[in-house]
């Protein structure tokens, strides 16, 4: 199969799936309106390295690992959706206070490229995206330069796509008209990781094919 088909084919997939919310996104959301433009960079550069990780992983046969054992696929989309009802849980029963840039906010949770790289790690719909798309467009014969360049576009676009979104929800205007109602973002996103984990798990017995 020709290269360029191999692309439009599935990035024609990937980028719809990178621009509709889920958790990433969310992450980055709410990093960039809780932390400021640094914070949700940073959350960007973790949701990024995550995503490029997993396409590195499917085409060296994550696919074929999750779909030969079901158990393990089933486990890390419970795990993955716990993970995040814990945040959305944390995030909910958050306290209504100013929040604050500095060494206090840094108490707060890990270091926004860790918190970015960790909800990318446990979403299991980035698994079986990866698994089913990327990995099954991979063979023997497909040349390494390929596989390169798809893991590339993987971490580019996604870089683009959430620094804009960082930068457009932490600019000053934004962060003005919101600033009265930051625990209400929290409890927004909360909710919304609560929902996307439940439906995850809910999901789990779906198998995964290879």
Known sequence: MEPIVVLVGIFAVFIPALILPGPDFVAVVRSSMTRGTAAGLFTTLGVSAGLGMYATLSMLGLSAILSEFQWLAWAVRVLGGAYLIYLGVRLVLSKPEAIEIG??????????????????????????????????????????????????????????????????????????????????????????????????????????SA
């Open 103 to 208: 060494e206090d906010e840094r108490r707060r949770g890990p270091h926004p490229l860790v918190f970015g790289f960790l909800v990318t790690l446990t979403n299991p719909k980035a698994i079986v995206l990866f698994a089913s798309v990327f990995a099954t467009s991979v063979n023997a014969a497909t040349p390494g330069w390929l596989m390169a360049l798809m893991v590339g576009i993987v971490i580019v676009s996604s870089l683009v796509w959430y620094s804009f979104v960082s930068l457009c929800m932490s600019s000053a205007p934004v962060v003005r008209s919101f600033g009265r109602v930051r625990h209400w973002i929290e409890r927004t996103a909360g909710v919304c990781f609560v929902a996307i984990g439940g439906k995850i798990i809910a999901d789990s017995r779906s198998p995964i």
